[in-house]
């Protein structure tokens, strides 16, 4: 009963946040479900937008405690992919009419890098005619680059805090200096103030977090007024700081999947009018993951378009799925998963979010 009344407010409360991310009786999980399908349908449609994601490179400078790609990762075999294999991939998501790509790689902030970005913005401008959006998940960089990257065409940036908790942070990333919670704060707002539309996430089920903390990171969404989100579970990888400490200690797959699902579904209640992604991570603990998602109230997806042969050596997590597929068999099935769920795949579309032209107009 408390549930339902939660549900009928207009603004949650800290309060009413905490109890929904507590509840577990599956009566009460499918009214939050069904709430923010309700909400989704209203504020942002039915449609599902797609982002063609291509990994071009796992090199990096960072060295996250949790990924699989950290510069000290011994075991993973580098790969930068060339332009012509980053334009081909491109060219393949404007000729399926996915609408949109998002260019994803290790962080580097030296200048050959940020030429190469550069310049691979405008060819694929160039090669759709203008047609296909452009997101950017490339790590912290300055302010110069970041405008540099805006002027040449991208327009959607994706740079995710992981946690709100500080102190969560700090046990995440090493403490050399590099790694710097505050930083990222000031980027999410350089690349605001630049124009881009701005989207975070953070790490669902980690060693350490609490309700209260995921409630934070929702407010903390609030605060930072975002406009997309792209969250998934925590999943390990094995040869990582955080893989071998707690390789026996992460909660069950279902726990995490089960949070995972709430923080979409409130996530969509709570700040209603963004973009959140179903992401493959979600689909990494649970077949069905990504159509649990768009049910509970997420609208993108980010089908893998890198090209086979680099696919593998993107592992951020163990067990990433959809490696061995290629993009046409990842395209067959999502849109039958799409599908599945009653929503329909928004062809051609740049599917910004409505957040941001609010905002734009306050
Ligand atoms: S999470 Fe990103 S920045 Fe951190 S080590 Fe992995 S690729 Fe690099």
Redesign the pocket.
């Known amino acids: 009963m408390k549930t339902a009344e939660i549900l009928n407010k207009e603004k949650l409360t800290r309060e009413d946040l905490l109890y929904l991310m507590n509840t577990e009786d599956p009566k009460d999980l499918n009214l939050i479900y069904e709430k923010a399908y309700e909400i989704k349908e209203k504020e942002v449609g039915k449609k599902v937008f797609y982002r063609g994601l291509i990994e071009f490179s796992n090199n ?1 400078i ?3 405690n949790y ?1 699989g ?3 000290s990762s011994g075991n993973v075999e580098r790969f930068f992919m060339d332009k012509k294999d980053i334009l081909e991939s491109a060219r393949w998501i404007y000729e399926n009419n996915y609408g949109s790509l998002v260019l994803q790689s ?2 580097r902030q030296d200048e050959e890098f940020i030429l190469f970005v550069e310049d691979v913005i405008k060819e694929i401008k160039e090669l759709s005619g203008g047609k296909l959006g452009i997101t950017l998940s490339l ?1 912290e960089q300055n302010r110069e680059t970041y405008k540099r990257w805006f002027d040449a065409g991208a327009h959607r940036y994706l740079l995710r805090v992981e946690t709100s908790n500080k102190e969560l942070y700090k046990k995440m990333h090493p403490q050399d200096g590099k790694h710097n919670f505050e930083n990222r704060i000031i980027c999410l707002k350089e690349l605001r103030n630049i124009g881009f539309q701005v989207g975070t996430g953070v790490m669902i089920g980690l060693p350490g977090q609490s309700t209260e903390d995921l409630v934070e990171d929702l407010l903390f969404y609030e605060k930072l007024d975002v406009d997309m989100i792209g969250m998934g579970p925590y999943i390990i990888s094995d040869e990582t700081p955080m893989g071998e400490e707690y390789r026996d200690k992460v909660m069950s797959k279902e726990k995490r999947v089960s949070l995972g699902l709430k923080m979409i579904a409130l996530s969509r209640i709570y700040l209603k009018d963004i973009n959140i992604a179903a992401t493959t991570a979600l689909q990494g603990l649970d077949p069905l993951g990504r159509e649990k998602g768009l049910k509970a109230g997420a609208n993108v997806l980010m089908p893998i378009t890198t090209k086979d042969e680099y696919r593998a050596k993107y592992q ?1 997590y163990n067990d990433k799925p959809c490696i061995d597929d290629t993009a046409d068999q990842c395209k067959g099935c999502l849109a039958g998963r799409v599908k599945s769920v009653g929503d329909e795949i928004a062809y051609g579309e740049w599917g910004d979010s409505p957040h941001f032209f609010k905002r734009k107009n306050r």
């Open positions: 990096c960072k060295d996250c990924c790609i950290r510069r290790g962080e790590g951020l």
